[in-house]
Protein backbone atom coordinates (compact mmCIF):
# COMPACT_ATOMS: atom_id res chain seq x y z
CA UNK A 1 0.00 0.00 0.00
CA UNK A 2 1.40 3.18 -1.36
CA UNK A 3 0.56 5.98 2.60
CA UNK A 4 1.55 9.68 1.82
CA UNK A 5 2.07 11.04 5.45
CA UNK A 6 1.87 15.13 5.36
CA UNK A 7 3.70 16.32 8.08
CA UNK A 8 6.84 14.90 10.26
CA UNK A 9 6.19 16.30 13.64
CA UNK A 10 5.80 13.53 16.31
CA UNK A 11 2.25 11.80 14.99
CA UNK A 12 3.81 12.19 11.52
CA UNK A 13 7.25 10.51 12.40
CA UNK A 14 5.61 7.78 14.37
CA UNK A 15 2.91 6.64 12.04
CA UNK A 16 6.18 6.53 9.42
CA UNK A 17 7.92 4.36 11.33
CA UNK A 18 5.15 1.81 12.11
CA UNK A 19 3.39 1.57 8.38
CA UNK A 20 7.46 1.37 6.99
CA UNK A 21 8.28 -1.25 9.20
CA UNK A 22 5.18 -2.98 7.79
CA UNK A 23 6.43 -2.26 4.42
CA UNK A 24 4.26 -0.14 3.03
CA UNK A 25 5.29 2.23 0.69
CA UNK A 26 5.98 5.19 2.41
CA UNK A 27 6.10 9.40 1.66
CA UNK A 28 6.47 11.74 4.11
CA UNK A 29 5.91 15.46 2.79
CA UNK A 30 7.55 18.37 5.32
CA UNK A 31 8.13 21.77 4.93
CA UNK A 32 10.32 21.73 7.86
CA UNK A 33 14.29 21.33 6.77
CA UNK A 34 15.06 20.11 10.13
CA UNK A 35 12.40 17.81 10.53
CA UNK A 36 13.24 16.53 6.82
CA UNK A 37 16.63 15.72 7.54
CA UNK A 38 15.63 13.83 10.99
CA UNK A 39 12.83 11.67 8.75
CA UNK A 40 15.47 11.32 6.02
CA UNK A 41 18.10 10.04 7.31
CA UNK A 42 16.78 7.68 10.53
CA UNK A 43 13.87 5.96 8.30
CA UNK A 44 13.62 4.04 5.79
CA UNK A 45 10.69 6.46 3.30
CA UNK A 46 11.23 8.63 0.51
CA UNK A 47 11.14 12.39 1.98
CA UNK A 48 9.91 15.35 0.26
CA UNK A 49 10.75 18.88 1.33
CA UNK A 50 7.63 21.26 0.43
CA UNK A 51 4.29 21.50 1.47
CA UNK A 52 1.37 19.06 1.25
CA UNK A 53 -0.90 21.90 -0.40
CA UNK A 54 1.33 21.92 -3.36
CA UNK A 55 -0.34 19.69 -6.46
CA UNK A 56 3.21 19.84 -8.05
CA UNK A 57 4.60 18.16 -4.65
CA UNK A 58 2.19 16.06 -4.35
CA UNK A 59 2.14 14.39 -7.88
CA UNK A 60 6.16 13.74 -7.14
CA UNK A 61 4.68 12.39 -3.91
CA UNK A 62 3.19 9.39 -6.51
CA UNK A 63 -0.60 11.12 -5.09
CA UNK A 64 -2.58 9.41 -8.10
CA UNK A 65 -1.03 5.87 -6.90
CA UNK A 66 -1.59 6.39 -3.02
CA UNK A 67 -4.01 4.42 -1.46
CA UNK A 68 -3.95 6.65 1.79
CA UNK A 69 -3.08 10.16 2.92
CA UNK A 70 -2.55 11.08 6.27
CA UNK A 71 -2.39 15.00 6.91
CA UNK A 72 -0.92 15.41 10.38
CA UNK A 73 0.65 19.17 10.21
CA UNK A 74 0.00 21.86 12.80
CA UNK A 75 -2.26 23.13 10.22
CA UNK A 76 -5.68 22.00 10.81
CA UNK A 77 -7.09 24.38 7.14
CA UNK A 78 -3.49 22.70 5.59
CA UNK A 79 -4.80 18.89 6.39
CA UNK A 80 -8.49 19.23 5.51
CA UNK A 81 -6.96 20.93 1.83
CA UNK A 82 -4.47 18.15 0.93
CA UNK A 83 -7.40 15.51 1.84
CA UNK A 84 -9.62 17.56 -0.29
CA UNK A 85 -7.44 17.21 -2.74
CA UNK A 86 -6.06 14.15 -2.43
CA UNK A 87 -9.73 12.66 -3.07
CA UNK A 88 -9.66 15.11 -6.47
CA UNK A 89 -6.93 12.76 -7.33
CA UNK A 90 -8.50 9.43 -6.63
CA UNK A 91 -6.93 8.84 -3.51
CA UNK A 92 -9.41 6.37 -1.68
CA UNK A 93 -8.76 7.08 1.91
CA UNK A 94 -7.98 10.04 3.53
CA UNK A 95 -7.27 11.22 7.28
CA UNK A 96 -6.82 14.46 9.00
CA UNK A 97 -5.76 15.98 12.43
CA UNK A 98 -8.12 18.64 13.46
CA UNK A 99 -7.83 19.73 16.63
CA UNK A 100 -9.84 23.14 16.46
CA UNK A 101 -13.12 22.64 18.46
CA UNK A 102 -14.60 24.99 16.22
CA UNK A 103 -13.92 22.38 13.68
CA UNK A 104 -13.61 18.88 15.10
CA UNK A 105 -16.89 20.03 16.75
CA UNK A 106 -18.95 21.04 13.76
CA UNK A 107 -21.26 17.92 13.42
CA UNK A 108 -21.99 20.12 9.76
CA UNK A 109 -18.79 20.26 8.89
CA UNK A 110 -17.38 17.25 9.77
CA UNK A 111 -20.42 15.09 8.70
CA UNK A 112 -20.77 16.83 5.36
CA UNK A 113 -20.39 14.60 2.47
CA UNK A 114 -18.27 17.33 0.54
CA UNK A 115 -15.61 17.35 3.10
CA UNK A 116 -15.20 13.89 2.32
CA UNK A 117 -12.46 13.13 4.66
CA UNK A 118 -13.00 9.91 5.62
CA UNK A 119 -11.68 9.98 9.14
CA UNK A 120 -11.13 13.67 11.20
CA UNK A 121 -9.12 12.87 14.35
CA UNK A 122 -9.16 15.12 17.07
CA UNK A 123 -5.91 14.36 19.59
CA UNK A 124 -7.20 16.13 22.76
CA UNK A 125 -10.94 14.61 22.24
CA UNK A 126 -8.86 11.23 21.88
CA UNK A 127 -6.82 11.39 24.98
CA UNK A 128 -9.54 12.74 27.38
CA UNK A 129 -11.68 9.60 26.29
CA UNK A 130 -8.16 7.57 27.67
CA UNK A 131 -7.92 9.79 30.78
CA UNK A 132 -11.66 8.61 31.32
CA UNK A 133 -11.04 4.77 31.05
CA UNK A 134 -8.34 5.17 33.47
CA UNK A 135 -10.56 7.17 36.47
CA UNK A 136 -13.38 4.03 36.27
CA UNK A 137 -9.92 1.72 36.66
CA UNK A 138 -7.71 4.17 38.99
CA UNK A 139 -5.09 1.22 40.20
CA UNK A 140 -4.16 0.53 36.28
CA UNK A 141 -1.82 2.20 34.33
CA UNK A 142 -3.45 1.54 31.43
CA UNK A 143 -7.00 -0.49 30.26
CA UNK A 144 -8.16 -1.31 26.92
CA UNK A 145 -11.17 -3.38 26.16
CA UNK A 146 -12.07 -5.29 23.38
CA UNK A 147 -15.00 -7.71 22.00
CA UNK A 148 -17.87 -5.18 22.63
CA UNK A 149 -16.26 -4.27 25.69
CA UNK A 150 -16.45 -8.19 27.26
CA UNK A 151 -12.51 -8.45 27.24
CA UNK A 152 -10.32 -6.21 29.22
CA UNK A 153 -6.00 -5.45 29.47
CA UNK A 154 -4.94 -4.01 32.28
CA UNK A 155 -1.32 -2.40 32.74
CA UNK A 156 -0.37 -3.04 36.34
CA UNK A 157 2.33 -2.57 38.57
CA UNK A 158 3.28 -5.20 40.94
CA UNK A 159 3.38 -4.19 44.77
CA UNK A 160 6.06 -5.36 46.98
CA UNK A 161 3.48 -7.39 49.29
CA UNK A 162 1.99 -9.00 46.18
CA UNK A 163 0.93 -12.43 46.02
CA UNK A 164 2.78 -12.97 42.95
CA UNK A 165 5.63 -11.59 43.66
CA UNK A 166 8.75 -14.11 42.78
CA UNK A 167 6.33 -16.85 41.12
CA UNK A 168 6.45 -18.40 38.17
CA UNK A 169 3.87 -17.74 35.91
CA UNK A 170 3.23 -21.65 35.27
CA UNK A 171 2.57 -21.76 39.13
CA UNK A 172 -0.16 -19.11 39.33
CA UNK A 173 -3.51 -20.25 40.14
CA UNK A 174 -6.72 -18.62 40.94
CA UNK A 175 -10.52 -19.91 39.59
CA UNK A 176 -10.38 -17.45 37.03
CA UNK A 177 -9.26 -17.81 33.41
CA UNK A 178 -6.58 -15.03 32.74
CA UNK A 179 -3.56 -14.47 31.24
CA UNK A 180 -0.19 -12.47 31.45
CA UNK A 181 0.39 -11.35 27.66
CA UNK A 182 3.56 -9.18 28.44
CA UNK A 183 6.31 -7.64 31.43
CA UNK A 184 7.79 -4.87 31.23
CA UNK A 185 11.04 -4.69 32.96
CA UNK A 186 13.53 -2.01 32.79
CA UNK A 187 12.01 -0.76 29.54
CA UNK A 188 12.17 -4.19 27.63
CA UNK A 189 9.24 -5.76 26.55
CA UNK A 190 8.69 -8.93 27.34
CA UNK A 191 6.60 -12.17 26.13
CA UNK A 192 6.84 -14.51 29.12
CA UNK A 193 6.80 -18.33 29.43
CA UNK A 194 5.49 -20.71 32.01
CA UNK A 195 8.84 -20.19 33.79
CA UNK A 196 9.66 -17.01 33.90
CA UNK A 197 8.69 -14.79 37.30
CA UNK A 198 7.06 -12.21 38.29
CA UNK A 199 10.04 -9.72 39.66
CA UNK A 200 9.32 -6.56 41.92
CA UNK A 201 8.46 -3.52 40.00
CA UNK A 202 7.49 -5.26 36.74
CA UNK A 203 4.78 -3.88 34.52
CA UNK A 204 2.29 -6.91 33.84
CA UNK A 205 -0.12 -6.91 30.84
CA UNK A 206 -2.99 -8.93 32.26
CA UNK A 207 -6.39 -10.13 29.91
CA UNK A 208 -8.89 -11.57 31.39
CA UNK A 209 -13.10 -10.92 30.77
CA UNK A 210 -13.82 -7.50 32.34
CA UNK A 211 -16.72 -9.65 34.60
CA UNK A 212 -14.19 -11.45 36.02
CA UNK A 213 -10.90 -9.00 35.99
CA UNK A 214 -12.04 -7.22 39.92
CA UNK A 215 -11.14 -11.02 41.09
CA UNK A 216 -8.17 -11.24 38.84
CA UNK A 217 -6.85 -8.34 40.54
CA UNK A 218 -7.41 -9.53 44.00
CA UNK A 219 -5.65 -12.60 43.36
CA UNK A 220 -2.42 -10.48 42.03
CA UNK A 221 -3.28 -8.28 45.55
CA UNK A 222 -4.64 -4.95 44.21
CA UNK A 223 -7.64 -4.09 45.45
CA UNK A 224 -10.30 -1.53 43.04
CA UNK A 225 -10.94 1.48 44.71
CA UNK A 226 -13.14 4.14 43.31
CA UNK A 227 -12.90 7.42 42.36
CA UNK A 228 -15.33 10.21 43.91
CA UNK A 229 -13.46 13.27 43.44
CA UNK A 230 -10.76 14.90 40.79
CA UNK A 231 -8.69 18.09 40.43
CA UNK A 232 -7.42 19.08 37.13
CA UNK A 233 -4.96 21.12 36.41
CA UNK A 234 -5.15 22.55 33.46
CA UNK A 235 -8.45 24.12 31.81
CA UNK A 236 -7.34 23.65 27.87
CA UNK A 237 -8.72 21.29 25.44
CA UNK A 238 -8.21 17.90 27.21
CA UNK A 239 -8.70 19.55 30.59
CA UNK A 240 -12.50 20.92 28.85
CA UNK A 241 -13.09 17.64 27.50
CA UNK A 242 -12.58 15.37 30.33
CA UNK A 243 -14.45 17.69 32.41
CA UNK A 244 -17.23 17.66 30.17
CA UNK A 245 -17.61 13.57 30.09
CA UNK A 246 -17.37 13.98 34.59
CA UNK A 247 -19.93 16.05 34.10
CA UNK A 248 -22.12 12.61 33.02
CA UNK A 249 -21.17 10.50 36.55
CA UNK A 250 -21.18 11.34 39.78
CA UNK A 251 -17.68 12.32 40.47
CA UNK A 252 -16.71 15.55 41.80
CA UNK A 253 -14.75 17.73 39.83
CA UNK A 254 -12.63 21.01 39.58
CA UNK A 255 -10.43 22.99 36.91
CA UNK A 256 -7.57 24.80 38.16
CA UNK A 257 -6.58 27.57 35.50
CA UNK A 258 -4.16 30.23 35.49
CA UNK A 259 -5.66 32.39 32.34
CA UNK A 260 -8.80 34.09 34.08
CA UNK A 261 -9.99 34.35 30.08
CA UNK A 262 -10.03 30.82 29.55
CA UNK A 263 -12.00 30.72 33.24
CA UNK A 264 -14.77 32.07 31.63
CA UNK A 265 -14.95 30.66 28.44
CA UNK A 266 -15.40 26.98 29.80
CA UNK A 267 -17.20 28.16 33.18
CA UNK A 268 -19.48 29.00 30.04
CA UNK A 269 -20.45 25.49 29.27
CA UNK A 270 -19.56 23.03 32.23
CA UNK A 271 -21.89 23.26 34.60
CA UNK A 272 -21.40 20.26 37.35
CA UNK A 273 -17.81 21.64 37.58
CA UNK A 274 -15.82 24.20 39.69
CA UNK A 275 -13.61 26.04 38.03
CA UNK A 276 -11.01 27.58 39.97
CA UNK A 277 -8.72 30.83 38.80
CA UNK A 278 -5.58 30.27 40.13
CA UNK A 279 -2.21 28.87 40.02
CA UNK A 280 -1.09 25.35 40.09
CA UNK A 281 2.04 25.58 41.71
CA UNK A 282 0.23 27.54 44.62
CA UNK A 283 0.45 25.15 47.75
CA UNK A 284 -1.49 27.28 49.29
CA UNK A 285 -4.17 26.76 46.67
CA UNK A 286 -3.92 22.92 46.68
CA UNK A 287 -3.67 22.77 49.92
CA UNK A 288 -7.50 25.22 50.54
CA UNK A 289 -8.56 23.11 47.32
CA UNK A 290 -8.17 19.42 49.24
CA UNK A 291 -5.97 17.91 47.30
CA UNK A 292 -4.50 15.84 50.52
CA UNK A 293 -8.23 14.21 50.16
CA UNK A 294 -8.28 13.97 46.90
CA UNK A 295 -8.25 10.70 44.88
CA UNK A 296 -6.69 11.68 41.47
CA UNK A 297 -4.57 14.91 40.38
CA UNK A 298 -4.58 15.22 36.37
CA UNK A 299 -2.19 17.64 34.53
CA UNK A 300 -2.92 18.69 31.67
CA UNK A 301 -1.37 21.82 30.73
CA UNK A 302 0.68 22.16 27.88
CA UNK A 303 3.96 22.24 29.84
CA UNK A 304 5.58 18.68 31.01
CA UNK A 305 7.58 20.14 33.26
CA UNK A 306 5.14 22.23 34.79
CA UNK A 307 2.91 18.51 34.94
CA UNK A 308 5.60 16.89 36.20
CA UNK A 309 6.06 19.50 38.69
CA UNK A 310 3.01 19.87 40.29
CA UNK A 311 2.06 15.99 40.02
CA UNK A 312 5.15 15.26 42.13
CA UNK A 313 4.02 18.34 44.61
CA UNK A 314 0.24 16.85 44.30
CA UNK A 315 2.08 13.44 45.48
CA UNK A 316 3.84 15.41 48.60
CA UNK A 317 0.62 16.41 49.66
CA UNK A 318 -1.40 13.46 49.89
CA UNK A 319 -3.04 12.64 46.61
CA UNK A 320 -4.04 9.14 46.08
CA UNK A 321 -2.98 9.03 42.50
CA UNK A 322 -1.52 11.36 39.64
CA UNK A 323 -1.87 11.30 35.48
CA UNK A 324 0.26 13.41 33.85
CA UNK A 325 0.17 14.02 29.82
CA UNK A 326 3.80 13.75 28.56
CA UNK A 327 4.31 15.18 25.03
CA UNK A 328 8.32 14.56 24.94
CA UNK A 329 8.68 10.73 24.15
CA UNK A 330 12.39 11.11 26.49
CA UNK A 331 10.21 12.22 29.39
CA UNK A 332 7.93 9.10 29.36
CA UNK A 333 10.78 6.44 30.94
CA UNK A 334 11.22 8.73 33.90
CA UNK A 335 7.00 9.42 35.14
CA UNK A 336 7.29 6.13 36.89
CA UNK A 337 10.60 6.78 38.20
CA UNK A 338 10.06 10.23 39.61
CA UNK A 339 6.45 8.71 41.34
CA UNK A 340 4.08 9.57 39.08
CA UNK A 341 1.49 6.96 38.60
CA UNK A 342 0.16 7.18 34.94
CA UNK A 343 1.65 9.50 31.99
CA UNK A 344 -0.71 9.77 28.40
CA UNK A 345 0.54 10.66 25.84
CA UNK A 346 -1.61 12.52 22.90
CA UNK A 347 0.82 11.98 20.56
CA UNK A 348 0.69 7.58 20.77
CA UNK A 349 -3.32 7.96 21.33
CA UNK A 350 -3.40 9.22 18.32
CA UNK A 351 -1.13 7.18 15.88
CA UNK A 352 -3.28 4.31 17.50
CA UNK A 353 -6.02 5.63 16.63
CA UNK A 354 -5.25 6.26 12.83
CA UNK A 355 -3.90 3.07 12.73
CA UNK A 356 -7.26 1.26 13.57
CA UNK A 357 -8.64 3.52 10.90
CA UNK A 358 -6.01 2.21 8.78
CA UNK A 359 -6.18 -1.66 9.27
CA UNK A 360 -9.65 -1.41 8.87
CA UNK A 361 -11.39 -5.26 7.50
CA UNK A 362 -11.00 -8.03 9.40
CA UNK A 363 -9.14 -5.65 11.92
CA UNK A 364 -11.12 -4.62 14.62
CA UNK A 365 -9.59 -2.72 16.88
CA UNK A 366 -5.50 -1.37 17.41
CA UNK A 367 -4.15 -0.33 20.86
CA UNK A 368 -0.44 0.70 21.08
CA UNK A 369 0.40 -0.25 25.01
CA UNK A 370 3.93 -0.08 26.80
CA UNK A 371 4.21 3.44 25.65
CA UNK A 372 4.24 1.98 22.13
CA UNK A 373 6.30 -0.69 22.96
CA UNK A 374 3.73 -3.42 21.66
CA UNK A 375 0.53 -3.13 20.17
CA UNK A 376 -2.46 -5.73 20.79
CA UNK A 377 -4.56 -6.29 17.99
CA UNK A 378 -8.37 -7.48 17.65
CA UNK A 379 -9.11 -9.20 14.27
CA UNK A 380 -11.55 -11.21 12.93
CA UNK A 381 -10.22 -15.03 11.97
CA UNK A 382 -10.83 -15.43 8.03
CA UNK A 383 -11.77 -18.51 6.64
CA UNK A 384 -8.28 -20.29 5.95
CA UNK A 385 -8.36 -23.78 5.98
CA UNK A 386 -4.42 -23.64 7.07
CA UNK A 387 -5.31 -21.70 10.51
CA UNK A 388 -9.10 -22.99 11.73
CA UNK A 389 -9.88 -26.59 13.28
CA UNK A 390 -6.22 -26.77 14.55
CA UNK A 391 -4.87 -26.36 18.07
CA UNK A 392 -3.15 -23.48 18.68
CA UNK A 393 0.22 -24.77 19.85
CA UNK A 394 0.37 -26.66 16.32
CA UNK A 395 0.40 -23.19 14.47
CA UNK A 396 3.11 -21.62 13.29
CA UNK A 397 2.33 -18.60 15.08
CA UNK A 398 4.87 -15.88 14.40
CA UNK A 399 7.72 -15.21 17.20
CA UNK A 400 7.26 -11.86 19.21
CA UNK A 401 3.43 -12.77 19.25
CA UNK A 402 0.73 -14.42 20.69
CA UNK A 403 -2.70 -15.08 20.97
CA UNK A 404 -4.81 -13.75 24.39
CA UNK A 405 -8.43 -14.45 23.94
CA UNK A 406 -10.76 -15.65 21.69
CA UNK A 407 -14.65 -14.32 21.24
CA UNK A 408 -16.88 -16.59 20.19
CA UNK A 409 -20.96 -16.54 19.93
CA UNK A 410 -21.23 -14.16 22.91
CA UNK A 411 -18.62 -16.36 24.76
CA UNK A 412 -14.71 -15.07 25.56
CA UNK A 413 -11.98 -17.90 25.86
CA UNK A 414 -8.45 -17.51 27.18
CA UNK A 415 -6.75 -20.12 24.89
CA UNK A 416 -4.30 -22.38 26.19
CA UNK A 417 -2.66 -24.67 23.19
CA UNK A 418 -5.12 -27.12 23.41
CA UNK A 419 -7.75 -24.65 21.69
CA UNK A 420 -8.48 -23.80 18.47
CA UNK A 421 -9.80 -21.47 16.09
CA UNK A 422 -13.09 -21.09 13.40
CA UNK A 423 -13.80 -18.95 10.82
CA UNK A 424 -15.09 -15.57 12.31
CA UNK A 425 -13.68 -15.82 15.65
CA UNK A 426 -13.04 -12.59 16.94
CA UNK A 427 -9.10 -13.03 18.61
CA UNK A 428 -7.13 -10.66 20.67
CA UNK A 429 -3.03 -10.63 19.83
CA UNK A 430 -0.59 -8.79 21.64
CA UNK A 431 2.23 -8.81 19.60
CA UNK A 432 6.07 -6.68 19.26
CA UNK A 433 6.45 -4.38 16.48
CA UNK A 434 8.86 -6.19 14.56
CA UNK A 435 6.04 -9.41 14.64
CA UNK A 436 3.13 -7.31 13.38
CA UNK A 437 3.59 -7.70 9.76
CA UNK A 438 4.13 -11.30 10.00
CA UNK A 439 1.04 -11.54 12.02
CA UNK A 440 -1.22 -10.03 9.52
CA UNK A 441 0.45 -11.84 6.98
CA UNK A 442 -0.49 -14.51 8.62
CA UNK A 443 -4.34 -14.21 8.89
CA UNK A 444 -4.28 -13.15 5.35
Not at 73 to 83: F, G, K
Not at 296 to 302: E, G, M, Q, W
Request: proline fraction near 3%; hydrophobic fraction near 45%; charged fraction near 25%.
Amino acid sequence: MRVIIIGAGKVGYNLAQTLSMENHDVVVIEKNQDRFKVVEETLDVRAILGTGASSEILEEAGIRDANLLIAVTESDELNMIACLMAKEYGVPKTVARVRNPEYADNHILTQSSKLNIDLLINPEKVTAKEIFKLIEVPEAIDVEYFANGKIQLLELKIKDDSPILNKHLKDISMPYRFLIVAILRNEEMIIPHGNDQILKDDIIFILATTKDMIGVEKNIGIDRSKTDNVIILGGGRIGYYLAKMLETTKVSAKIIEKDQERCKQIAKDLNNVMILYGDGTDIDLLKEEGVQNTDLFISLTDDDKLNLLVSLLAKHLGVKKTIAQIRRSDYLPLVERVGIDVAVSPRILTTAAILKFIRKGKIVSVSLIGGAKAEMIEMIVPDNKKIVNKYIKDLSFPKGALIGAIFRNEDVLIPSGNDYLLPRDRIIVFTLPKAISKVEAFFS
